[in-house]
């Protein structure tokens, strides 16, 4: 073998070396193109997904806080209608006639007094329209009731209606004012459960 074809083996050797890492590095290009492409596709999908989920998280807070503000409204509008409709009813109960007003006044005091060391608070109206056998018949009740009756103090201002009981430093207010605010604010938490249950 002359060195002419050492050199053409050589060359030839050679010339398939480069063939075959032109052939591994193209094969190797094409893989990497693809695992970039898988990747590239992975990574879309997943950013889609992601968008897809924070979408619909978005489209459901929205959907959450319109139905809390619709709650919200209606809340108001039942609040404002109780308060309205407990004013009329206040209004209506201070305006009531001498005999119905003594008529009620007799019922809640009878059944509120439980001794007659307590004091009846009244307005100087109330007590100059209690003066009468309004309070004899009152007092025939709890004398057969509790032995006796509390006697009536002309305390409370000229436009409040119904009474204060007191007894050693403790008062229990019968007022209209602190019947109905109390009244209101049992139906208020009420209607609040109503609303906001699931």
């Not at 992975?42 to 806080?65: P, T």
């Not at 309004?134 to 509390?150: A, H, Q, T, W, Y």
């Amino acid at each position: 073998m002359g060195i002419d074809d050492i050199i053409k083996k050589i060359r030839t050797d050679a010339s398939n070396k480069v063939e075959s890492l032109r052939k591994e590095a193209l094969e190797e290009k094409e893989r990497i193109i693809e695992e970039a492409r898988k990747e590239a596709d992975k990574v879309r999908e997943d950013i889609i997904n992601r968008f897809r989920k924070e979408a619909e998280a978005e489209k459901m807070g929205m959907v959450i806080r319109a139905r809390m503000e619709e709650k919200k409204k209606l809340l108001s509008l039942k609040r404002e209608l109780m308060s309205e409709a407990f004013k009329q009813a206040e209004k209506e109960l201070s305006n009531l006639d001498r005999e119905e007003y003594l008529k009620l006044m007799k019922e809640l005091l009878i059944r509120a007094v439980d001794s007659e060391d307590e004091e009846v608070l009244v307005s100087p109206r109330d007590e100059a329209w209690m003066r009468t056998d309004f309070m004899d018949e009152v007092r025939k009740k709890l004398n057969d009731r509790i032995g006796g009756s509390p006697p009536l103090s002309p305390k409370l201002d000229e436009g409040e209606r119904g009474f204060i009981l007191k007894k050693k430093g403790i008062q229990i207010n019968y007022t209209f004012s602190a019947l109905f605010a109390s009244l209101k604010e049992k139906l208020e938490i009420e209607v609040a459960r109503m609303l906001f249950s699931p």
